[in-house]
């Protein structure tokens, strides 16, 4: 796992970059242990959002909404702006994709993002957005915070 957290590190603007590169190394210092479960590497999701825009902020286990409980909720300027749900690395996200909880929650909740950690999927109204498995999240064609 660990050489395919290393091969993510790509060629973004500085701050993506740079955001990027403390995200993966805090997943590799936490896979490390042997002891890391999908829980363990919420704080580095949180803090990953949260260095990409300043005035972002990621709310670990937000209350319970109607649809069910997205592990993150992102506001910017305190207004809400989308919910995370993190499944464990490597996790089959095609399947998870398929699930009921999935659904529900890309019929309910209208900005999204699915990420085994490692590959994130942006869900718009529903719809999949963007797909970034290249390690250079936040990068490129749109922002998702």
Known sequence: ???????????????????TKSYLNNLEKNL???DATEHTHRAALASLFESLDSDAQAVNEP????????????????????????????????????????????????????TDYLEFRWYVDGDLRRHDDDGEVGGGGGDVV
């Open 1 to 19: 796992m660990a050489a395919e957290i290393s091969s993510r590190r790509g060629n973004g603007s500085e701050k993506v970059t740079n955001a």
């Open 32 to 34: 490390a242990t042997g």
């Open 63 to 114: 209350r319970r909404i109607e649809c069910g409980a997205p592990d993150l909720a992102v506001l910017k300027d305190d207004l809400l702006v989308g919910h995370v749900e993190a499944k464990d690395v490597g996790a089959a996200l095609d399947q998870v994709e398929q699930s009921d909880q999935l659904k529900r929650y890309r019929q309910a909740l209208a900005n999204l993002i699915l």
